[in-house]
């Protein structure tokens, strides 16, 4: 895995972001500064346009990941339909070996492209929808010993959400909070971690609206994340 020479340096980040449907330019700033009180981050930021069907021109420069520590995917480009390119995205995250952080609309991304799979396979999950209802998610720990969880308050009542509704969680997938959908009338993972063909991942679907995001739990929650998934000898 491609990590940090020493822990005293700062944690060398790349966010992609943009497409469709959230408000990617004050998340920026949320994560750069909520992030920031708990962890230090040396940010490179690729921010694109609404379009769903944006190609991010990040993903087709020569090893684009090596010089980070950790890949941060806060996209939403779900109307994508070119299939090499999505997989181009995952073989450059298993080449390198660099850690994956996925929030929300990043598990929409992509859903349209024949090599859905080959995204969905590292980011650890599949769902292609949420519920209709904007609502507090009540999300409830489910391995609450995790190092993730450490502080977690479950449960945790979220300021709004946009709840994912989860079709499946592939085999090296550790769900580690869950919150119960009324629609589909079971719970829905919300927070875990993958480990795919040598890349670590860390996903939460919560994220969509920025009350959410600037919570002290969930700007917790996902820095513990990202020390997870730059971590080597992490649980």
Not at 131 to 153: N, Q, T
Not at 189 to 202: A, D, I, S
Not at 205 to 226: C, P, R, S
Request: with cysteine.
């Amino acid at each position: 895995m491609s990590g940090r020479a020493t822990a005293a340096e700062p944690l060398r980040a790349l966010l992609v972001t943009g497409g469709c449907c959230h408000d990617y330019e004050n998340q920026i700033k949320i994560l750069q500064a909520g992030l920031g009180k708990h962890l230090d981050i040396d940010w490179t930021v690729e921010q694109y346009d609404e379009k769903r069907d944006r190609k991010a021109n990040v993903y087709t420069k020569p090893k684009w990941a090596e010089s980070f520590d950790v890949i941060i995917h806060n996209e939403c480009f779900g109307g994508v339909t070119d299939g090499e390119f999505v997989e181009s995205i995952v073989a450059e995250h298993v080449r390198s070996g660099v850690p994956a952080v996925v929030i929300h609309c990043s598990m929409h991304s992509y859903r349209n492209a024949p090599t859905a799979d080959a995204w969905r396979g590292l980011i650890g999950v599949t769902s292609k929808r949420h519920e209709k209802a904007k609502r507090s998610l009540k999300v409830v720990a489910r391995e609450a010993e995790h190092p993730i969880l450490e502080g977690f308050p479950s449960p945790w009542s979220t300021p709004n959400g946009e709840l994912y509704i989860i079709e499946r969680s592939w085999p090296n997938t550790q769900v580690l909070a869950s919150a119960y959908s009324d629609e589909e009338k079971a719970d829905q993972p919300v927070v875990w971690t993958n480990q795919y063909k040598g890349v670590r991942v860390f996903g939460t679907t919560l994220g969509h609206h920025n009350e959410t995001m600037q919570d002290d739990v969930w700007l917790n929650l996902t820095a513990k994340g990202i020390q997870w998934a730059t971590t080597a000898d992490a649980q």
